[in-house]
Each structure stands twice: as C-alpha cells, then as structure tokens.
C-alpha cells in the first residue's frame, strides 16, 4: 500500500535555527514528490516539485532534496514568516493526482 | 505564478439545501482538477478527479450523488454538494493541473458551513 510519513508532526524553531523536515515515502512507482506550505485557513501554495534521486531545489531559505525512500526540506535560519504547516504528497507514474502526508507545522520564535 | 481562484470563499447554508462551489485556473487551461476536503489540523483527503469532457472520478467512500462535480469547461470545474448536512461543513479545496505541465496548483480553499 502507498504510504506517505512526515515527521515530526511540529517543529519549534527558534528565528535563526535551522532545521530539516522528513517525508519518507513508499509507493509502487514515483512520478514526482511535491511540497507545498499551508497557511491557516488558506489553500496550499507550491513549493518544489522532485522527479529523481539525487535531485535538489531551493527557493530562498528552503531547500529540498529527494533520495528513492524520502525527501528532506530544509530550513535555513528560518524567519518567523516561515512558520506554516509544510506537506509533503506524492504523485504516482500512472496518475496525476496527488496522496498527501499529514504535515509538518513549524513555528519560528522572534 | 499560476492562479487557482475559488468561489465563494466562505458559505453558509441551510441544511438540506444544496450549495455549488467553483473552481476557475485563471491563466493556463486545465483538463484535469481535483477536489479535495480538509478537517482541522488535518491533512487534504482526494474526494475525487474532475476531468473535462468525461465524468468525475470518485474516491472510495466518497457519495457522488451528494458531491456533484461538473467539469463544463477547460478553465472551470464545480462541486456541488447537494442536500447539505451539518457533518458537510468543511474546508474544501481544488487543485488544477495545466495542460502545459505537470505542476499541481490549489485554489485558496472554501469554507463551507451548514447549520
């Protein structure tokens, strides 16, 4: 069965404190591993999209990696405007639609 | 970037009536959408895929008959959901997909409340 764990389930980050967010996966065959941030009450907005092993992105203060089990988001001295809950989903080879983890919540102290 | 728009963005209504929400891409054409329901502090449930010119996919245990879906057009697809009880209230939320890639975009949610 597919399976997509994030961990930890919340993290609180003091500003400045950098830190990595985990989503291992297990599925039948990958076509990509999105990340997204959700702010509270709003819809989710894109992140990164990985499609293979060894591949990274970034996109300011976040990094994200993919390796054939999990993937990493990293979070590098984080500012208080980065505190959301961060999913991770995975995009099967024979299908668009999207299986997501149960997110990560961060929050960054001033 | 890419720009999902839902409406309305909050609704209440009256159980037992029906409430349709909208889903537009606003600057690419979108042959497939998909809906999704999120309870607090939950993660995003698939309800079911939207594709234009074909009938709604549906995820196990989802009613079709409550959670009407009409794709009418490459840009916009709505979700119906139809004699409304209080266990509907929720935040829905679609995705889009566009034609010209495979980047998945979300509209900024709907919340929904019957009372």
């Known amino acids: 069965e597919d399976q997509v764990t994030q961990s930890p389930e919340a993290l609180r980050l003091q500003e400045g404190e950098s830190s990595s967010l985990n989503c291992s996966y297990t599925?039948?065959?990958?076509?990509?591993l999105f990340w997204y941030r959700q702010d509270p009450g709003k819809g989710p907005e894109f992140l990164f999209t990985l499609y293979s092993a060894g591949e990274e992105k970034e996109k300011e203060r976040l990094k994200a990696t993919l390796t054939k089990k999990e993937s990493f988001l990293h979070i590098t001295a984080p500012k208080p405007e980065d505190s959301a809950t961060y999913l991770c989903?995975?995009?099967?080879?024979?299908?668009?639609?999207?299986?997501f983890g149960a997110g990560t919540t961060v929050t960054v102290r001033a | 970037g890419a720009v999902v728009s839902q409406h309305p963005s909050r609704v209440i209504c009256k159980s037992g009536t029906s409430v349709k929400i909208e889903c537009r891409s606003l600057d690419f054409q979108a042959t497939t959408m998909f809906w999704y329901r999120q309870f607090p502090k939950q993660s995003l449930m698939l309800m079911a895929t939207?594709?234009?010119?074909?009938?709604?996919?549906?995820e196990q245990g989802v009613e079709k008959d409550k959670f009407l879906i009409n794709h009418a057009s490459l840009t916009l697809s709505t979700l119906t959901v139809t004699s409304a009880h209080p266990e509907d209230s929720s935040f829905y939320i679609c995705?889009?997909?566009?034609?010209?890639?495979?980047?998945?975009?979300f509209g900024e949610g709907s919340w929904l409340t019957v009372v």
């Open positions: 989903a995975v995009q099967l080879a024979n299908d668009y639609k999207l299986s």
């Open positions: 995705s889009a997909v566009p034609n010209s890639g495979n980047t998945i975009y």
């Open positions: 939207s594709n234009e010119g074909s009938k709604a996919t549906y």
């Open positions: 599925v039948s065959g990958l076509r990509g």
